[in-house]
């Protein structure tokens, strides 16, 4: 006797699991008996009843035979629980490989080379199942093998019908030359059906003798082959002989998919079209028929996850009642990714392998259906937002710094708040830095390696589980864009030069919601037309391409105008409200549609500045909401302070003078409720506390020069002299002293400073609105003349002498760097730029800084403060929280090694 046992998975409803456990039925195999066992963990033969999550059971029935390689299988032993069987074979009649058919019609063909099976024409009705043997199912197990997978090639109409007569028939009729029954070839590779020329008819007859109830409805089961069978008339006919017409357009019947159709009424005579369907769940996937691209948003304990809005990139579609949506006349052929807009009432996931918030689902032409599982939470009454920009993370240093520095200062703010309170991370732009060479090798690897490195370094694991969502800048992408573009079409250039960016981080412009709170993230960067080729991502401006602006309008039209609206963009837009808008496209536009919704916010990074804006008219800077919106620009440029030096990492500030660090935003419903900025490198090298806001300087320092302490300076022959560069802050003169403060996230309408000397308050500083005034280089034989309005001359400085032959070499130090009017730059963090890192970049040398204050000192005055005896309060009053700060140091040349400069080697 030959013992074989063969396990064969049957997938019917489109079971899609990759790999299924069957538990091997044991039995004695008979004498001069071969068994095959087929287990079925998921499909049977004949349908059961819905489970309580909308779940139809298939069943093995008794009776059930399958077919390998042409011989019926004598008999079948059917499980308790009906979902295993096994068939017994006749020793000798079967040899691997095997092709598997069921159900055995006598007369169908089926060996190792070829195989068939017949749909039934004439099917019978059967109580809440359809007929045994009518749905026709296909495997094949090669030699040696001793499983198999045997799958629906049939899928299963589901019609409810009520009605007060007897139901004869209903036939199912396609256009003549598609085949509904009959017999057909299976391709043994694929599975695929194809109908045997002159076997086949186009029509099913359903015999159904079955009387109708007005009060419930009857159900119908009928299989026809899955495939593309055009517009079909189905017909039912009562036993009087009168007729109800139906139209139904099966242009893609899925196999293994059963298809409910909304319940009627029989009514003889009665002509329409059969469309609306109602959706069973067979485990893994959602069942309907519709045009287009469509899916299902649920929650993960059944619920339909209503007014969830979905994109395609460029128009944007809301589900309904039951979970729905629908791109009914398809999706834009460019089209990368179908994805939603993460409602409130769902869990913020991360994809554990990319590390990107997994909102999206890569779109294929061929792929028509798009499903979403949500996990479902309360709505979080108050949340955080921690916001940053411009990590530029596009070298080995750069990324060993924001390791060390950045994420940790995010994984404290986070845990300092307990673990459920909710914190979420957005970073505004730059989050590589492609584009600046032409080394086009190096800017590939920005997208190849660079930006997957930095969503490892922000991903939950390491920022104490806050999740990070991006935004894309003018450095996101690959230079291939630029020197050698694919696309001739400038509209196409400007959409798919976000390619390296969504290939990695996901859609360009996206939305989620959390709390009573819109959040928007957009690209909003432009390139002149004419000047792409052989350019640098610095070539850019701000605006939205028409479709961009569409989408917006298409987003937010789902939008409460209750709740809070914050739009995330790269470069700032605050001063384009009113500039050329055929330049700087929808600049206007897209302010003015987030403008009606509740206290809007605009974050940004690009200038490396930490500045509040008011837009949608006037630029002021401020923080109030008398204006229609709010734009706070972030501090950045991580990247480029990763400088590497004798001393180790440098660059510690911003070109306004800023640290590095980031804006913590508390929200509650559509509010905020506290605002403040996070330093991390300062806290980082010296341990400096969070009450580290400012510093304070005094006029009659010069910055410059041995800047670490240790007697070495540093000169380069390529820098604009072979010296060092000596700078100083405007003073009016001998008489007239200054006292300088940079407030690192100041502004006018936000802070009050106050000096108190020697205990008694002296008077408020005045803030210095923004000025920059470049370099004043002043000869050592140069007399600075100071003028008012009036032409007066109201001071004069120099000429300048300082130490003489510093290097050693016979040269005389001198020329220093000076204001030679009133400005608000942070001359103690450009001298140390211009000495110790050799940068002498715009941006990072000569930053005009938007928070600086300054107090006019008397002689007197000026003494207390050179005694020590004198402090300064800053008192921060923003969305009703005061924070009152106080510093009674004067920062100076020494200061540079300590707050500046560290050696991250030595972390």
Request: net charge negative; with cysteine; glycine share 8%.
């Amino acid at each position: 006797m030959k013992k074989l046992l063969l396990s064969v998975v049957i997938a019917l409803l489109s079971c899609v699991t990759t790999s299924c456990t069957i538990d091997t039925l044991e039995l004695n195999t008979p004498a001069g008996y071969t068994a095959l066992t087929v287990g079925m963990p998921d499909s049977r033969t004949s349908l059961g009843d819905k489970d309580a999550n909308g779940i139809y059971a298939v069943y093995w029935s008794e009776g059930d035979q399958i077919v390998a390689n042409g011989v019926p299988s004598a008999s079948s032993v059917i499980g308790d629980d009906k979902k295993s069987a096994t068939f017994l074979f006749e020793v000798g009649k079967i040899e691997a490989p095997y092709n598997l058919t069921y159900p055995y019609t006598e007369g169908s063909e089926c060996s190792k080379d070829r195989a068939t099976v017949v749909f039934a024409a004439e099917q019978e009705y059967m109580t809440g199942t359809f007929g045994i043997g009518y749905a026709p199912m296909y495997g094949h197990c090669g030699s040696g093998d001793n499983s198999a997978t045997v799958k629906h090639l049939a899928g299963i109409m589901r019609l409810a019908v009520k009605g007060s007569t007897t139901l004869s028939t209903i036939e199912v009729v396609a256009e003549e030359g598609v085949a509904l029954a009959g017999e057909f070839d299976i391709d043994c590779q694929t599975g695929d059906i194809s109908a045997i020329e002159g076997k086949t008819t186009n029509k099913v007859t359903y015999i159904v003798e079955e009387t109708l109830s007005t009060a419930e409805a009857t159900t119908f089961h009928i299989a026809i082959p899955a495939g593309d069978l055009g517009v079909c008339r189905v017909i039912l006919t009562d036993n009087a002989g009168l007729k109800m017409n139906l139209k139904w357009n099966a242009s893609g019947v899925t196999a293994g998919v059963v298809r409910e159709f909304k319940e009627f009424s029989f009514k003889g005579g009665a002509s329409f079209e059969l469309q609306a369907m109602t959706s069973i769940i067979d485990g893994l996937t959602v069942i309907d028929d519709h045009e287009g691209v469509w899916g299902y948003i649920k929650y993960d304990d059944g619920t339909p996850a209503k007014g969830v809005s979905v994109s395609d990139g460029f128009s944007v579609v809301v589900t309904n009642q039951i979970g729905f949506y629908q791109f009914k006349n398809g999706v834009d052929s460019r089209t990368k990714y179908i994805y939603y807009s993460l409602p409130s009432t769902a869990q913020v996931k991360v994809n554990s392998s990319k590390h990107y918030i997994n909102i999206f689902k890569k779109y294929y032409s061929n792929t028509y259906r798009y499903d979403f599982t949500l996990t479902k939470i309360e709505k979080e009454e108050k949340f955080s937002l921690f916001v940053l920009a411009d990590t530029h993370g596009a070298r080995a240093a750069y990324l060993t710094r924001l390791s060390a520095e950045c994420v940790p200062g995010l994984k404290v703010e986070r845990e300092r708040r307990g673990a459920s309170h909710p914190c979420y991370t957005i970073i505004c732009g730059d989050i590589v830095c492609a584009s600046t060479s032409s080394s086009v090798t190096e800017e590939l690897k920005q997208a190849s390696y660079y930006m997957p490195q930095m969503l490892q370094r922000f991903d939950v694991k390491n920022t104490a589980n806050t999740p990070t969502f991006y935004v894309m800048g003018n450095h996101d992408h690959d230079r291939a864009y630029f020197d050698n573009p694919p696309y001739s079409n400038y509209d196409e250039f400007l959409y798919h030069i976000q390619d390296a960016y969504e290939n990695n981080f996901g859609p360009a412009n996206y939305s989620f919601n959390r709390g009573d709170t819109h959040i928007i993230c957009m690209r909003n960067i432009l390139w002149p037309e004419k000047c792409i080729a052989n350019k640098t991502s610095l070539d850019c401006y701000p605006g939205f391409t028409d479709e961009q602006y569409t989408w917006l309008k298409a987003d937010l039209a789902n939008v409460p105008k209750t709740n809070k609206v914050i739009l995330c963009v790269h470069i700032p837009i605050f001063n384009y409200y009113a500039k050329d808008a055929a330049t700087y496209k929808n600049v206007k536009n897209v302010i003015d549609a987030i403008s009606v919704y509740n206290e809007p916010q605009i974050f940004s990074g690009h200038n490396h500045k930490n500045i509040g804006y008011k837009t949608g008219g006037q630029y002021k800077i401020s923080h109030k909401y008398s204006s229609p919106v709010n734009e706070k620009t972030i501090v950045g440029n991580w990247g480029t302070g990763s400088t590497e030096t004798e001393n180790g990492f440098s660059l510690r500030c911003m070109g306004d003078g800023s640290p590095f660090g980031f804006d913590v935003y508390d929200v509650k419903g559509a509010k905020f409720t506290d605002h403040y900025f996070v330093d991390c490198t300062s806290q980082k090298c010296h341990k400096v506390n969070t009450d580290y806001v400012m510093r304070a300087y005094l006029s009659s320092d010069v910055y410059g020069g041995d800047s670490t302490g240790d007697g070495k300076v540093y000169e380069s022959t390529t820098h604009k002299e072979s010296h060092l560069k000596y700078f100083k802050f405007y003073d009016a003169g001998e008489t007239q002293r200054r006292l300088h403060v940079n407030v690192f996230n100041g502004a006018p309408d936000t802070w009050t400073l106050e000096l108190y000397i020697n205990g008694t308050k002296a008077g408020n500083l005045t803030w210095h609105e923004g000025v920059g005034t470049a370099w004043a280089n002043c000869s050592p034989t140069e007399i600075v003349k100071v003028k008012d309005s009036n032409g007066n001359i109201t001071a004069e400085y120099g000429p300048f002498t300082w130490e003489t032959d510093k290097q050693g070499d016979g040269t005389t130090i001198n020329s220093p760097w000076y204001p030679s009017a009133a400005n608000s730059q942070d001359w103690w963090y450009i001298s140390y730029i211009i000495n110790e890192t050799r940068a002498t970049s715009n941006q990072t040398t000569n930053g005009t800084c938007h928070h600086m204050w300054y107090y006019e000192l008397t002689p007197t005055q000026l003494d207390y403060i050179n005694k020590k005896k004198f402090y300064i309060k800053a008192i921060h009053k923003e969305f009703g929280v005061t924070k009152t700060y106080q510093t009674s140091k004067i920062f100076t040349k020494k200061d540079h090694n300590g707050y500046i400069n560290y050696n991250a080697k030595n972390e």
